[in-house]
């Protein structure tokens, strides 16, 4: 709860839009203290978020504390983190000590972990604050975060619009100016798709560069954790916190993760960029923003990087096929079979898990070792795309936000994931960049490298910040 010792004095009328290394910039210079930031983010959530519901649970007290011992330790002149005093937001999926953690689900509705998960652990190490979690669809299951713990979480650019799923609340709090920093995570899509419809940036780290630790249910080749925000200095100051090896995780690499800030600002001239455009979703998708998407590409050009003359072509038949087995029979595995089989957690479960679970129970042995060998054939195929390219640029999606009503409750559009989930199945890193605007609403450009290309893709990212930068224009609140 706030107090009287909390009284924010003369703050910047825009600190709720400021980077996470502003914030924390100003707070080491004693230009703010943690707590008066803290009490701004809280106070602005408890105003506004009643329309868009992105946070299920607001740690307020948490934050509050965590922000005062800051304070006191810049106070005594002792050393703080790279996150100090800065508002960090966690994906409900995500385990928090002594901060309920659901997964979306009303299964785990009043449940509070008795620790945190290792991601969260590093953040808190860092000295970020940690403000609350973040509204997910039950375990990060669905494209858009509805489920049965809290309303639907909306577009903060339109409330008739979806912000996405699964990192939904992730990407409309940052959106909203909520929180400067949020941790997401994906198997399919789930931190880009919400970015691009939000219009926030959203890193996917290659598979096994995050240690995996501490979440509900998760999958052996897809899921990946990482950072979604504004801005690609905060990007890399959030996914090198992240990406520490860990010998906890067995699919984690465990080498070093290179500086991601160290050649942040060195440009992309003599790149060799690739355009991949899946003519195969004609129809389905919204030309208008297809359009737009590859004329902001293309702008790169300007930046001295070079395009290669035919677009990039990826054979993807099968792998949505491929992508489901893997996903659901994984995730059924690490926690759906025991609360399916489960007759009073079953029916607690929302349509949609219930039918994810129900599907991955039938899947056979062999239905499963054939997806493997299609996952296996597709990597190859993919890295291909690469020999000629440094990079591969395609839209995150080809529509935007769609409108909630016009979509069922557990309607699954493989047209949405088409870009996105090809990365998660490949294994490589991608970002979700701000774009423009089409119809009034946030679209996004795909920027994929190969594994353990991450600085790489915030070099592209953090090279058309400069140019054309995309926080300038913000949604009405």
Known sequence: MLNKTDAMTNLPSDLHWMSAWQIREAIVARRLSATEVATHFIERIEALDRRLHTFFTLSADVALDQARAIDRRIDRGEPVGPLAGVPVSIKDQFWTKEIRTTGGSRVYADHVPDQDSLHVARLKAADGVIIGKTATPEFGTFWRTVGRVAPECVNPWDIRCTSGGSSGGAAASVAAGFGPLALGSDSGGSIRLPSAMCGVLGVLPSNGRVPRHGSFGSTLFLSCIGPICRDVRDAAT????????????????????????????????????????????????????????????????ELGAMFVDDPVTIDTQGIDEAWKILDFVDRYAALGEALYSDAVSRRKLTQYARERFADAKRVSGARYSQAVRRRAEFIRSFEAAFVNCDLVLSPTLGFTAPVIESVGPAERIPALVAYTLAVNLAGFTAASIPCGFVDGLPVGLQVIAPPNQEALVLRAARAFEQARPWTERKPVM
Do not use: H
């Open 238 to 301: 959030m996914l090198q916190l992240l990406a520490q090896p860990s010998v906890a995780d067995p699919f984690c690499r465990l080498d070093e993760p290179p500086d991601y800030l160290a050649g942040l600002d060195d440009g992309i001239k003599g790149l060799r960029l690739g355009w991949w455009e899946d003519r195969s979703l004609t129809g389905r998708v919204n030309a208008a923003v297809i359009a737009a998407v590859k004329k902001t590409a293309l702008g790169l050009g």
